[in-house]
């Protein structure tokens, strides 16, 4: 699989660049936004609950714990990025 551009690979595992869109229906991909990642996030954005609706979303999808998913930036805006480890999680697995 080529990498796609809003993943990053590094010592620590991948580097996700998303865009996050709280309030949808429903948390789900929507597919690339620039060179990000766009995420809708069934959560407001309000007292972290889009943050940890998203770090669910991403362990869930990608078949990892929850403590291998890391905000790194972005606590407070809709751009982000996540440090997800280990190093042989499948990408593919996200559909975008």
Same mark, same amino acid.
């Given at each position: 699989? #080529?990498t ?18 709280? @309030? =949808? ?5 929507? @597919?690339?936004? @620039? ?13 972290? &609950? =889009? ?7 991403? =362990?869930?999808?990608? @078949?990892?714990? &929850?403590?291998?998913?890391?905000l ?6 809709? #751009? &982000? ?11 593919a697995?996200?559909?975008?």
């Open positions: 699989m #080529d796609p551009p809003w993943a990053r690979h590094t010592d620590q595992g991948w580097v996700l660049t998303i865009r996050a869109q709280p @309030g =949808a229906a429903r948390t789900q991909v929507a @597919g690339p936004y @620039g060179d990000a990642l766009r995420i809708r996030i069934a959560a407001p954005a309000a007292d972290n &609950k =889009a943050n940890t609706e998203l770090v669910r979303f991403l =362990a869930d999808t990608l @078949g990892v714990p &929850k403590s291998a998913v890391t790194l930036r972005g606590h407070s805006s809709r #751009d &982000k990025s996540v440090l997800v480890e280990p190093h042989d999680v499948d990408l697995r996200l559909g975008a």
